[in-house]
């Protein structure tokens, strides 16, 4: 399961999320034990919708990097499984409500909830899945971890709608590109690992390492996820390659594909892209245009640009476990498509 | 304006929000900017969406109950119109969401959200709001009133879902219903009010007895609004009569009619229900039925029985101004369909 990764050139250990795992195995078992009980509800549909989503085998890396970054710093509560909880639940929540607005009929390889119970228990699932995020917080207690994860809530659903404006335009740059997943995704990831320090009592200094570590490592893995979509290895991500083409998302494979592209092929991203033509053929040429243009190639090198800043933003701190870490899962999202 | 109602057969004094209005006049203002510069947003859809919610004219009757229920127990700080701009923003996501989950195209008379943006632009900028809502109250920095909103929020969506099993089910009874509303309107009519008191930091008997006032009013706030839904004043809701019918909402005129109906009545219900045969002609036919079987008016005596332990609830609370125009806000909610 080991992959080795070329970072800039140099050989770096295996990239797995071994390390991260093994440190948080106690403190996620008590998460999955609290996602279950708040999942649970005298309301049938709840639990059996929530069931779906909780055994449909995400890595859970956001509540792992808040349980890390909590102990990073000598956390010895019980407000870290909480937060991670939460955390994982505004993901499944975002989840939920991102596949009724983009239609999507499949997530990791299996049926999305919406395909199953609909989408009018999918928008109010999430809704209660929300909701019980919050109650945890505010059992938690902490009013700066409040604010840090409610923020993000405001900034995700901010994101969200601002893709809604980059859906299907092909003129969206890169950099209109990295505002919406700065926001649809980083956020979270820079709030999972900010209340870590933050219900430890930490520095201002290292809050701040956090958070920029959680921006930066959002921001890779997003984008190699948006790599992977049009070649990575389908059977570890369980994603078919071809959805976001196929739901005619812009991401940064067809921005760069686009800009760097002929008239011709140009047209071809228009009709793909905007009138629906995408069949397997024109994802086959899709794919092509990419490796022409070096779009995979350059998109993959973003990611291992943020993936530097995000070490770099961990760099001054002690060496810890959590530390060593935080650099493998760097790693080790880059390396799902290295 | 005044409507004098019969109550239990005594006259009562005209039953107007003229009072409440009046009191919260100052602190309404407030919450008004509060909404518009919450709602603002860099991403363009957001505060267009808003803006369209904002001047529908809904009457705002849940944050007027926060700001009163503050003043009440001589609350002088600023926290209260965060808190009632809160309650107005979790009020105005659930009706986005709402009207995504029952298509509905029309609110208050006018279009809704979903057929003007899209039902993708409601979900996520109903998510949005939700955020803001968190974030002002963590801002106002009360756990307690923290505590009570968020219950509220799980509460409230469980209510929906829980909603979407009774939704065309004409087996439901009365106390399944009861339960939908006193999930899906009730508990953030409660929530409001009980904010008040807690963070004005009066007793727990006087926190007990705004929420069980925000309780029953909500309870009957919905039973006439189920009411006026087949034959109320509809310049006044500025609904259309038949709006739930068209929908096949089971509301409780429906239930009471099913009920007490023949055979042959109930076979008409499941027709116009379950299967959508909801014409104009029907709608006659389902009101004339409802006469028929005092549906209606029980209904109506419904809320008045909610209305009256509302009272009740407040009876033992020293007399200020607020508490009389509570008791106003009770005769008018019933007042609207007498």
């Not at 055994?55 to 937060?83: C, D, I, W």
């Not at 919050?134 to 604010?147: H, P, T």
């Not at 335009?169 to 926001?183: G, P, Q, R, S, W």
């Not at 770099?312 to 002690?318: C, E, G, N, V």
Request: glycine share 10%; aromatic share 6%.
């Amino acid at each position: 399961m080991g992959v080795v990764v070329n970072l800039e050139g140099g050989k770096r250990s295996a990239a797995t999320m071994a390390r991260l795992m093994e440190l948080t195995k106690d403190d996620m078992a008590r998460v999955n034990e609290l996602i279950l009980a708040k999942a649970g509800s005298d309301v049938e549909l709840i639990p059996e919708l929530a069931r779906h989503l909780i055994s449909s085998g995400g890595k859970r890396l956001r509540p792992m990097v808040t349980l890390a970054a909590a102990q990073m710093f000598g956390y010895a509560g019980e407000g870290h499984v909480k937060l991670a909880t939460s955390v994982e639940f505004m993901h499944t929540a975002t989840l939920l409500h991102d596949d009724v607005v983009d239609e999507s009929d499949m997530r990791r390889g299996r049926k999305t909830a919406r395909m199953i119970w609909g989408n009018q228990a999918s928008v109010l699932v999430g809704d209660f899945l929300l909701g019980q995020a919050f109650r945890m917080m505010v059992d938690v207690g902490s009013l700066e971890a409040l604010d840090i994860l409610s923020t993000a809530a405001s900034v995700i659903a901010e994101g969200e709608v601002m893709q809604l404006g980059v859906a299907k335009n092909l003129e969206t740059t890169e950099d209109e590109y990295l505002a919406v997943i700065k926001a649809k995704t980083a956020a979270l990831f820079s709030a999972a690992a900010e209340v870590g320090p933050v219900i430890a009592g930490a520095t201002r200094g290292d809050r701040a390492a956090l958070r920029s570590f959680g921006a930066n490592l959002g921001l890779a893995f997003q984008l190699v996820d948006d790599a992977l979509d049009y070649g990575g290895n389908t059977s570890e991500l369980g994603k078919n390659i071809g959805d976001d083409f196929r739901e005619g998302k812009v991401t940064l494979p067809v921005i760069l594909s686009y800009r760097r592209g002929t008239q011709e092929e140009r047209a071809f991203w228009k009709q793909a892209i905007e009138e629906g033509a995408c069949d397997d053929a024109a994802l086959e040429r899709a794919i092509a245009l990419m490796h022409r243009h070096g779009a995979i190639g350059d998109t993959i090198g973003r990611a291992r640009h943020f993936g530097e800043i995000a070490r770099d933003a961990l760099a001054p701190l002690q060496d810890t476990p959590q530390k060593a870490a935080f650099f493998d899962v760097i790693d080790f999202c880059i390396g799902r498509v290295a």
